[in-house]
């Protein structure tokens, strides 16, 4: 097994739990369970504010930070749904390749956390190698390129999520570009 304490890899969230990540269908979405709409800003996870990022605030080259979506005019977080993570990475935009260029605002990439092989949250950055990777079964993706699989058993590249700037503030540009979380077959 892998040792994620490896000094060259880094571990961005401390606990790792392999959760399914199918919710049931509320028959009613809530906001705050809603998935990112276009022109929803970004907060952090890990502060109790609703500041919202900026590209500065993101550090350039890693590791990712992950952030909720928020309406951006009831300034609902739509936290209730773990699906809803975001990781987000600030990158030199000319080693961004194909879609990942045009999806990226002033280098900042995001993607969703949840790995879609068994629904774990994407919890590595390993710093040398500049990929995500999923400690539950070392699935390993590149974010320079779609988040596509570099190695392990996930079966498909995590859902993109389209950014813009927006008055200087990082906002949703359009809807994931996939199915987040596991797809049931
Ligand atoms: S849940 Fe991520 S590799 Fe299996």
Known sequence: MKDIENPTRRGFLTTVSAVLAIE????????????????????SIESESTNVLEPRDIPLGGPPLLAWPMDAADKTVRKDSRLNKILL???????LVGATKDRAAEGVVAYSAICPHAGCEVNVWAAEQQTLECS?????????????????????????????IVDGKLAVAKPFTGRVGIVPS
């Open 24 to 43: 049931a269908i509320p028959v009613l979405a809530q906001p705050a369970s809603e998935r990112p709409k276009e022109g929803d800003l970004l907060v």
């Open 89 to 95: 990475l600030r990158l030199d935009l000319s080693t």
């Open 136 to 164: 539950c079964h070392y699935s390993h993706y590149n974010p320079r390129e779609g988040a596509s699989v570099i190695d392990g058993p996930a079966p498909r590249a995590l859902a993109a999520l389209p950014l813009k």
